[in-house]
């Protein structure tokens, strides 16, 4: 499929997505929302894909929801839009998701990273929610994720006063899994995701749910979602082959049953 906004490739078992809107530093306009979430959705319905990677430039991974497209919208347009959906359905994709950042990650472009299930950052990334010097607040989890990950305090200068996150900051702060050098930050997150690919498949998809279970659930309701999933994997071809891969001392041969 060929897109206008972004572009898309697979390396081995990972769906790459890539924002591609350089000049715009990668805005997340509805178009390119739109096209991004059919790539990765498509993706995530490939049974030769393992996981997904979502990148954009060096200079940015996005600047934010596209502040033009949005500047003359009323609060009905607002409401009947269904722009910021996209940032659900990608909480909603199975396979593992892990955002490349370099440079820009701010506003929308931080709460689409921050709703990935990893994210591997380059030395030059920066975070921020920097919607207050718009006359708005963060519409697309900023508040909820970066509060999650950040704790409370560091969350309200964020989100009140616009302090920005440097890679450093961010990863000691929980928000990044890894920082690398710029050049190597999409090679590296790639690396992390063909490995997580290679990985039983049926058994990535209840470990992701199960830990995103943590930020919709109290722990009992938690736990018990947990043991149910773990219940389940006992009906799966995988978990046959896994145990007797290791009672055999040989490499599993993962089918995805
Ligand atoms: N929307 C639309 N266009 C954007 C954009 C955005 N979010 N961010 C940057 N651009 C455009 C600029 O308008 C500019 O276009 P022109 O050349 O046509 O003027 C181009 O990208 C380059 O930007 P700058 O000249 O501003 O580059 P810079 O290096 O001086 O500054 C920046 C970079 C600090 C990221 C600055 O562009 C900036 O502050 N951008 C806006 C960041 C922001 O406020 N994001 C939040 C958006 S609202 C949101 O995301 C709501 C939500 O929660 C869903």
């Known amino acids: 499929m060929s897109y206008e906004f972004i572009l898309a490739r697979v390396e081995g078992k990972v769906g790459i997505v890539q924002f591609n809107r350089p000049k715009a530093l990668n805005a997340l306009s509805p178009g390119l929302m739109g096209e991004a979430m059919t790539a990765v959705e498509t993706f995530d319905a490939d049974p030769a ?17 596209d502040i033009k497209e949005m500047a ?16 659900d359905r990608l909480r909603r994709v199975r396979k593992p998701v892990i955002a490349a950042v ?46 999650r990950a950040v704790g409370k305090a560091l969350a309200m200068e964020i989100v009140l006063n616009d302090r920005r996150l440097s890679a ?27 490995q997580i690919a290679e990985r039983a498949p049926v058994a990535l998809q209840m470990a992701k749910e199960a830990i995103n279970a943590v930020y919709e659930m109290p722990l009992q309701s938690g736990l018990a979602h947990e043991r149910r999933l773990f219940y389940m994997l006992f009906a799966t071809a995988d978990q046959k082959e896994g145990m007797d891969a290791f009672v055999n001392k040989r490499k599993a041969d993962w089918q995805g049953k």
């Open 72 to 87: 003359q919208a009323s609060v009905v347009e607002m409401l009947g839009n269904p722009f910021i959906d996209y940032w």
């Open 49 to 65: 894909i393992g996981a997904i990677v979502i990148t954009g430039s060096e200079r940015a991974f996005a600047a934010g929801a």
């Open 102 to 147: 370099s440079g820009f990650a701010l506003g929308g472009g931080c709460e689409l990273a921050m709703a990935c299930d990893m994210i591997v950052a380059s030395e030059s990334a920066q975070f921020g929610q920097p919607e207050i010097n718009l006359g708005v607040i963060p519409g697309a989890g900023g508040t909820q994720r970066m509060t």
């Open 168 to 194: 450093a900051e961010a990863q000691q702060f929980g928000l990044v899994n890894r920082v690398v050098p710029v050049e190597v930050y999409l090679e590296e997150a790639v690396k992390l995701a063909q």
